[in-house]
């Protein structure tokens, strides 16, 4: 059994997804040279987008598209992002010329970076990089007013290989074949700010394999990661540097990546607490935690993919070189943004376990607040503990008494919040579940289908002490309305056909004794989403917490904004069964399970 195979935009669609040639866009006189794309909500250059059905103007999300011309010229276009997916044809394709940036002047355009900026003010920021070493920064005003905002004739001193924007579009980095930049947009003038070295805090570990540094030549492009804590460019080689027997042969270009941390700050970050064992001013903490928390904080938008390996990186990083109450210090600050988030910060550090407090609070968060939450703890605060050690705390409420023997008070501390973080999402997604099909069921929903939500209802009856009450009420309804279902449904090993229970959502242990079932039967992992046994064979898993899964999850549930919201969507109107491949507890898209040998074991 093959779990279902997704795309980008198709994640419903059970068939792999060809990409099909639609036509040609006469976008230039001359060679096209470079072009970027970027996707807005609100009508940036107030082009009427109009349905090729009917006449009427519709309301969607536009993609802009850039293009840069060995001529010089460079042209802004404007499409419909649901018609691109269904065009087949040129003539249907929905893609319109909105206007010309600036005038050809016969220098290659060699680079463009488009950043769209939602707030306050809708606007856009374009950077032109040209063949010159020149850079020009456009400002696209969401009237569809375009202007230059500031102009720097000799940026570098050979052609601009790369342009990339920091997310709030503050800061603009560029390549050259000469050197690798960083710059501020203050009003009308590109400030060129100092690349920050932390090679020797952070430091970043070669690949034995790679060429030595004296082998670098040309920056030949750069990019930005998800959250801008690291940059990457990519570097030509001086063959005659290179080892003419191994490397010469398989190495035509490296990748070499620095850490970032250029916000400026005006406060002076107090050191007296921190355990600093290397070289790190108040200064550069305080940027660094500035840089973290404008990260997180633009994260919480449920609309935006949840991309957290960098922010993780630079706190276990930061942990190791300062101490690990810089990392309560970020938590606390973060946690205080939140709705009660004052509250938040105290009700974790209480003792009882689990707190009426927390639980309160965490049940007003949203479900992205609480995926970055179970994340952060996951991987910098347990990060020494195996993901399947903290998934047996997380589904068992077990007594700070019983932890109390073998667990520190830290760790104790954080165990707790993941099992409480946790729990409010399982309640969330059985909860988004069954209200499927309750409403389902009212149009005539099949046997076969009742069975996928079972173990959900069952975990819900079983756990009906610490779930919520209108958790209760729908589990009880579906229960009494499908009973003989319910009773019937005894799951069984697939290896030795002995009955399984329902002992934990997420592994289970069969009741056979025969040879090769151990003293407890044999293990097996359940589905984190349907709570079903995984069958053998091909399965999704969680990088994260490691669990396992045949299914999706609604993706009503990924935009919660709280517990309460899922009561009153579920009480208006069916939730919508759209399904999205993502982890219900850790936020982040599951991956299909490879063997490991097919797997690379250096990044090369």
């Known amino acids: 059994m093959f779990p279902p195979s997704y795309s980008i935009n198709h994640v419903n669609n059970h ?15 001359s060679w096209v040279t470079t072009l970027c794309w ?24 536009k993609l802009l598209l850039v293009t840069g011309c060995a001529d010089g010229s460079v042209k802004i276009w404007a499409a419909r992002s649901d018609s691109l997916s269904t065009a087949t044809s040129m003539e249907s394709l929905p893609i319109s010329f909105c206007k010309q940036v600036g005038r050809a002047d016969s220098v290659p355009v060699t680079s463009l970076a488009l950043v769209v900026l939602s707030k306050p003010n809708g606007r856009a920021l374009l950077a032109v990089g040209k ?41 603009l980095y560029s390549s050259g074949q000469d050197s690798l930049k960083v710059w501020e947009v203050l009003n009308t003038k590109l400030k060129p700010l100092k690349l920050p070295d932390w090679s020797d805090i952070f430091p970043i570990i070669n690949s034995p394999d790679l060429c030595s540094a004296d082998a670098l030549q040309s920056f030949l492009g750069v990019s930005l990661s998800h959250n801008c ?106 946690l205080k943004g939140w709705n009660r988030g004052g509250d938040a910060v105290a009700a974790i550090g209480e003792t ?54 073998t667990v520190e008070g830290d760790e104790k501390l954080w165990r707790k919040c993941v099992y409480v973080v946790e729990h409010e999402l399982r309640q969330r997604l059985v909860h988004c579940r069954l209200s499927i099909a309750t409403h389902t069921n009212e149009d005539g929903l099949e046997e076969k289908d009742i069975t996928n939500f079972l173990m959900n209802t ?91 899964s045949i299914e999706q999850t609604p993706s009503v549930f990924f935009g919660l904004s709280s517990r309460s919201q899922l009561v009153k969507l579920a009480s208006h109107a069916p939730v919508e069964n759209d399904t999205y491949p993502g982890c219900p507890y850790c936020g982040v898209l599951m991956r299909r399970m490879v063997p490991s040998f097919f797997l690379t074991p250096t990044l090369v």
Not at 459 to 484: C, F, G, M, P, Y
């Open 15 to 29: 068939n792999h997804v060809d990409a099909s040639f639609l036509g040609f866009l006469d976008a230039h006189k």
């Open 38 to 61: 970027a996707g807005c909500d609100f009508d940036l250059l107030r082009v009427n987008m109009v349905s090729p059905a009917s006449s009427v103007t519709v309301s969607t999300q």
């Open 131 to 171: 063949s010159s070493g020149s850079i020009a920064v456009y400002e696209i005003q969401h009237s569809g007013i375009c202007q230059q905002l500031c102009y720097r004739e000799i940026a570098h001193q050979q052609t601009v290989t790369g342009l990339s924007w920091r997310y709030d579009g503050r800061y």
């Open 229 to 334: 804590m690291t940059l990457v460019t990519v570097r030509d080689l001086d063959s005659d540097a290179l080892d003419q027997m191994y490397q010469a042969r398989s190495q035509r270009a490296v990748l070499q990546m620095f850490w970032l941390g250029n916000n400026r700050s005006n406060v002076e970050e107090d050191v007296s607490f921190f355990d600093i064992r290397k070289r790190l001013t108040g200064d550069e903490i305080m940027r660094w935690k500035v840089n973290i928390l404008s990260a997180l904080a633009q994260l919480e938008d449920p609309s935006k993919p949840l991309v957290l390996w960098d922010v993780t990186a630079v706190v276990s990083l930061l942990k190791e070189a300062v101490g690990g109450d810089v990392v309560l210090r970020i938590l606390s600050e973060w």
């Open 352 to 405: 009882e376990n689990p707190s009426p407090h927390l639980l309160k609070v965490v049940s007003e968060a949203s479900c992205r607040q609480l995926h970055i939450l179970n994340v952060f703890c996951r991987r910098v605060l347990l990060v020494h503990l195996k993901p399947e050690d903290i998934n047996t705390c997380a589904s068992e409420d077990e007594s700070s008494a019983e932890r109390g023997s």
């Open 458 to 548: 069952k975990w819900a009856i079983e756990n009906s002490s610490s779930i919520s009450a209108e958790l209760r009420k729908v589990a009880t309804q579906l229960r009494k309305s499908h009973l003989d279902l319910y009773r019937a449904s005894l799951e069984t090993c697939h290896l030795c056909g002995s009955p399984v229970a329902l002992s934990s959502p997420d592994t289970a242990s069969c009741q056979g004794s025969g040879p090769g079932t151990g003293d407890n039967g044999h293990g097996l992992q359940r589905c984190c989403i349907s709570m079903k046994l995984c069958p053998p064979g091909c399965q999704w898993y969680c990088s994260c917490c490691q669990r396992r």
